[in-house]
């Protein structure tokens, strides 16, 4: 964690942070206490919804993206090597002082290290807890201008980000979902977990439908997906799918709901979207959702809906629909 990594570099570690002016923390995550950092001084970078609600909640100033200069910043790497490398190249443009990056070795920071010890002089590093922290004092920002990557067009011709799910291309699973849809799907609808839009785009092709929310909570994401949607009839929210809730209650929900945060697959999340979605959906409510194979969905499914089926899928993924959202918890 970060947590033992920083207090180890402030306290004789090397790393002299300004006495004053803004320090950026790009990432944290949501369960760090930054120790050695004053609250009032440190201003959260989070695009994730649920970890952006958390640090709120925890009384610190957040912002979604970089919003002004800053006297010093620090990166926690995401386990996607091109967002970190944008991550750094962002950090370094936006600071007027040390830019310091920490990570775990499992999500790439050795290979960080070796990249950016090639282009600058790093100073520390800081070894501990399976992570490590190094920093840059002198600016650097000409140094990783090649590192700065925006939204992007694929081959596919969808725009798509570092670090946004799939960012190579459709995913297989949401291909599978799409072609498994019926026609007619009801007037309102949502897609919760939108990511960069493919399900959006393709559900919009249904004149049927006159109002589509596009739930996403990754702020890159959503808005790579207002990008590949430009249909009048969608909604962008930047919202946690597990806890947002709809003006009135739906006609049907589509989704392919994230497995992870972590490495570790957590069938949990894929439970919270289910549970959300029966309770958007009217009496008459329907769900369409794909699933890796090996997770557990079907009891959660049949808990919260009077109807479930598996409608089909492949070796890997499994489709569902599931219709008539019960209240009450059996």
Sequence with gaps: MIDARLELALDGGGLDLPAEGTIAVFQPPRDSDLPGLAKDRVQIIQDFKPDYDAWVARGYD????????YAACIVCLPRAKAEARKMIADA????????????????????????????????????KAHGKMFWISEPAADFFVDW??????????????????SADGVDLASALLVDALPEKLGAEVADLGAGWGFLSAHLLTRESIKKLYVVEAGHMALECARRNVSD????????????????????????????????????????????????????????????????????????????VEEIGGDARFKLFHAARPLRKRR
């Design 62 to 69: 957040v912002v979604h993206s970089i919003a002004g200069r």
């Design 92 to 127: 370094c443009e936006a600071c007027d002082g040390i830019v310091v990056v920490d990570g775990q070795k499992t999500d790439g920071a050795d290979s960080i290290l070796r990249e950016m010890r090639a282009r600058v002089t790093i100073q520390g590093p800081i070894s």
């Design 148 to 165: 700065k990557q925006g939204p992007e067009m694929t081959e596919g011709g969808f725009w798509t980000a570092p670090g946004v799910f």
């Design 232 to 307: 009048d009839r969608a909604e962008f929210l930047w919202e946690d799918a597990t806890t947002w809730k709809p003006p009135h209650q739906l006609d049907a929900v589509v989704m392919t709901p994230p497995f992870h945060t972590g490495r570790a697959a957590e069938p949990q999340i894929g439970q919270a979207f289910v549970a959300a979605a029966a309770r958007m959906l009217s009496g008459q409510g329907k769900l369409w959702m794909v699933a890796n194979r090996h997770l557990p969905y079907e009891a959660e499914l049949k808990t919260r809906f009077a109807h």
